[in-house]
């Protein structure tokens, strides 16, 4: 009898791992998987409750994916104030990748440092590091209210079950961002790769929505850096061309005597060196989209030639007599002032008046800076992939120092320092002498500015452009709405703020 309730021990044992290997293997959504695993483990256990973490890799923070039979208070701290590594019970365990069991009365543990944890009650506690290909990826906590007293064998079951919990989260992890490569990918810097909240680039997408399709000439117009590439790559990605090729050429950038050849092609023996027949760019562009950048810097006569191509969608090839017809949408950019160079003789007005059947004009980053902290996150967010690291944003005084910059290179401008400041940060935030400016060194030496100022005026700054819209404002600010409520009520004449 010993021996056949030995062997019902064993199965059962087997039975509920196999359950949740079977479990973890039926999904790659991450919540899905992890929601019936907890319900399993709590079911088997015996236990009240349970949550699962998931380690953030580029904030380090400690995401409760999965919640079962807590109180709201605690799911509402836990979602709004979250743990990082290091911090609290479950954040020193995915730091030190040891479990900790606590039998009898766990919430009094200094371990706990939340107060709603504290005041949850909690009697017993088992904490239990997540592992794949070496590293902790998240943790497992099942809590009861009243006193047990698990056996060691039901603990070494749920041992046993983080191993196959630790690899689904990194597999469902890797599913997701090769899913999320892929959607960026077929994006093809789509309008989800345009960051802004500005009413004047509101307005600029209105409008380019409004042209998709339309086929139309479109001149883009605005200073270096401020985005006219990812504008036209927008409306050719978004539009009905977006199956066809999009093929960018800089016309400053190439020689005067092989702009016309690239652009329009060439015939064997049109010049020297032609030893065979070429295509140009617009026959490779055929049913897309050729973006001509800083078109203004074209020669007059290839600007008759162009203007003849935008009245007739037809064209010759250098040392050609036979017509091409081609069906080419024409996007020009210029970061010059090109009713100037008309005046000045520079630019044909004809060809001006072809290109401008739409007018997009893009504001320079100084005239958008409600956009600044929006632009700073995401381009850390990419660099600190990029290079490995884990910078979370940037201090107050650092966002203020980015805010208060002229910008002359624009977002380009804006993105080189972010990639700098990433590289040389050797903490989770970006500080002020992580970046490139001279006004860090007066901000240093003193300008009568505290941290706790600095805060203030900018938290106002934001609230005023949002109208004091809350979430909004934290939206901007990169916070949570209840850090920012916090931080409110810090201020001091807080009733001066929108």
């Known amino acids: 009898m010993q021996e056949e309730s030995e062997i019902a021990r064993v199965n059962k044992q087997l039975s509920i791992l196999y359950e949740i290997a079977l479990t973890v293997g039926k999904s790659l959504d991450l919540k899905t998987i992890l929601n019936d695993v907890l319900q399993k483990i709590i079911s088997f256990m015996g236990v009240d409750a349970g949550v699962i973490y998931v380690i953030n890799d580029e904030t380090l923070e400690m995401i409760p994916v999965s919640f079962k039979n807590l109180s709201e208070e605690v799911v509402k701290d836990l979602s709004e104030n979250r743990v990082r590594v290091g911090e609290c019970m479950c954040g020193s365990i995915a730091q030190c990748n040891e479990e900790v069991i606590i039998r009898e009365r766990a919430s009094d543990d200094p371990r706990f440092t939340r107060a709603v944890l504290k005041k949850e009650g909690m009697e017993f506690y088992a904490g239990l590091p997540l592992r794949a290909k070496g590293k902790v990826v998240g943790v497992l906590c099942v809590i009861t209210h009243k006193p047990y007293a698990p056996g060691p064998e ?5 041992r046993a079950a983080t191993q196959p919990i630790g690899l689904a989260i990194e597999n469902a992890l890797i599913f997701e961002n090769v899913r999320r490569e892929v959607s960026v990918s077929a994006r093809h810097f789509g309008f989800d790769e345009i960051i802004t909240m500005s009413p004047s680039m509101t307005e600029v997408l209105r409008l380019v929505r409004k042209v998709l399709n339309v086929p139309a000439s479109i001149l883009i117009c605005g200073e270096s850096g401020t985005g006219k590439e990812l504008i036209a790559r927008a409306i050719h990605y978004n539009s009905i061309r977006a199956g066809k090729p999009f093929i960018a ?20 023996g049109a010049f020297t060196g032609a030893t065979n027949d ?8 055929a049913g897309g989209t050729l973006f001509l950048d800083e078109v203004n810097s074209m020669s007059s006569q290839l600007q008759l030639k162009l203007l003849r191509f935008l009245q007739d969608r037809t064209f010759y090839k250098v040392g050609s007599t036979v017509p091409v017809t081609v069906d080419v949408r024409i996007i020009a950019a210029t970061n010059r002032d090109i009713e100037e160079a008309i005046r000045k003789g520079a630019f044909r007005e004809d060809l001006y008046y072809r290109l401008n059947v739409v007018k997009i004009d893009l504001p320079a980053l100084k005239n958008r800076r409600e956009d600044i902290p929006l632009l700073a996150r995401y381009f850390i967010q990419k660099y600190s ?30 993105e080189n320092v972010i990639e700098r400041a990433v590289i040389m940060a050797e903490t989770h935030e970006i500080l002020p002498e992580d970046l490139p400016f001279k006004r860090v060194a007066q901000f240093r030496r003193g300008t009568g500015w505290s941290l706790e100022e600095v805060e203030k005026e900018h938290i106002a700054k934001v ?21 920012l409520w916090r931080k409110l009520k810090k201020i001091d004449n807080k009733d001066q703020l929108p």
């Open 385 to 414: 992939r990029t290079f490995g690291k884990s910078i979370r944003g940037l201090t107050d005084l650092a966002l203020q120092i980015l805010m208060d910059h002229d910008w002359p290179g624009n977002v380009r401008e804006l």
């Open 463 to 483: 609230l005023a452009f949002t109208k004091g819209e809350i979430k909004r404002a934290a939206d901007v600010l990169g916070i949570n709405p209840t850090t």
């Open 278 to 285: 070429k295509n140009g760019l617009l026959e490779a562009a």
């Open 249 to 268: 050429v800089n016309c400053g950038a190439l020689p005067e005597s092989l702009i016309e050849s690239e652009l329009f092609g060439y015939i064997h």
């Open 154 to 158: 039901l603990l070494d079951i749920l």
